[in-house]
């Protein structure tokens, strides 16, 4: 761990494993609102309460990052300046978090993924997907309790590349091998094989003509006979 970090601030047990690096300003196992109102409340012991944080090795925390109790981060894993990872949160090895992102509550991200933007509570991303857009549930019952709400969150499959300023809402299934164009809206399920732009305009790669994504789905396609 990096020797002359500064002003590391960490709540119950955390494991850092060899030769991780945290930058400086980081929070580390930060208590969820639950757990703090029980601490208030009750005036139980936060170390008693905090949920475990591990984070493996050879990792890297950039400054200003903030990792809430109970999250899991594999080896090989970069998290990029001012990034915040909500409690419970899994991550995958040789993941990279980017700068400013905001990961939401129990989220799962699996092996080489890329993940910017704002992904909400229980989302799921497949291996080696980039996801620079929004994930986001729909929000449909603001008049009842905060937390007592569980929407369905999107799943993303392997392989899916979500573009900037994109926006994925609801519980939509993002199937492996699509491409979804930057600022696309997407709330319908996508198939694999596709291309999404605009709002929910499907194009299989069989009727894509654009040149930009030729290489891309040319890779795809070898990776997945179905597509032709």
Same mark, same amino acid.
């Given at each position: 761990?990096?020797?002359?970090?500064?002003?590391?601030?960490?709540?119950?047990?955390?494991?850092?494993? &060899?030769?991780?690096?945290?930058?400086?300003?980081?929070?580390?196992?930060?208590? %969820?609102?639950?757990?703090?109102? %029980? @601490?208030?409340?009750?005036?139980?012991?936060?170390?008693?309460?905090?949920?475990?944080?591990?984070?493996?090795?050879?990792?890297?925390?950039?400054?200003?990052?903030?990792?809430?109790?109970?999250?899991?981060?594999? =080896?090989?894993?970069?998290?990029?300046?001012?990034?915040?990872?909500?409690?419970?949160? *899994?991550?995958?090895?040789?993941?990279?978090?980017?700068?400013?992102?905001?990961?939401?509550?129990?989220?799962?991200?699996?092996?080489?993924?890329?993940?910017?933007?704002?992904?909400? !509570?229980?989302?799921?991303?497949?291996?080696?997907?980039?996801?620079?857009?929004?994930?986001?549930?729909?929000? =449909?019952?603001? @008049?009842? !309790?905060?937390?007592?709400?569980?929407?369905?969150?999107?799943?993303?499959?392997?392989?899916?590349?979500?573009?900037?300023?994109?926006?994925?809402?609801?519980?939509?299934?993002?199937?492996? @091998?699509?491409?979804?164009?930057?600022?696309?809206?997407?709330? &319908?399920?996508?198939?694999?094989? @596709?291309?999404?732009?605009?709002?929910?305009?499907?194009?299989?790669?069989?009727?894509? %003509?654009?040149? *930009?994504? =030729?290489?891309?789905?040319?890779?795809?396609?070898?990776? =997945?006979?179905?597509? %032709?």
């Amino acid at each position: 761990m990096n020797p002359t970090h500064k002003e590391l601030v960490t709540y119950g047990q955390v494991a850092i494993g &060899r030769k991780t690096w945290v930058g400086n300003y980081c929070v580390i196992g930060y208590p %969820k609102e639950k757990s703090i109102v %029980k @601490h208030l409340t009750e005036e139980a012991k936060l170390d008693d309460i905090v949920a475990p944080v591990n984070i493996s090795a050879k990792c890297i925390l950039g400054n200003y990052v903030c990792i809430y109790e109970g999250v899991q981060i594999s =080896s090989g894993t970069v998290v990029e300046d001012y990034v915040r990872v909500g409690y419970d949160t *899994k991550i995958g090895k040789n993941v990279r978090i980017l700068y400013g992102a905001f990961i939401c509550d129990r989220v799962t991200i699996q092996d080489d993924a890329r993940v910017a933007g704002f992904i909400c !509570d229980d989302t799921r991303i497949g291996k080696r997907s980039t996801v620079m857009g929004d994930l986001v549930h729909e929000y =449909s019952r603001p @008049h009842e !309790d905060w937390w007592e709400v569980n929407e369905i969150a999107p799943v993303i499959d392997n392989d899916v590349i979500i573009g900037y300023g994109a926006n994925v809402v609801g519980g939509v299934r993002i199937s492996s @091998h699509v491409y979804i164009a930057s600022g696309a809206v997407v709330t &319908r399920d996508v198939p694999p094989n @596709h291309v999404v732009r605009g709002v929910n305009e499907q194009i299989p790669f069989a009727e894509w %003509k654009g040149k *930009k994504l =030729s290489r891309l789905i040319e890779h795809w396609t070898k990776q =997945s006979p179905s597509s %032709k």
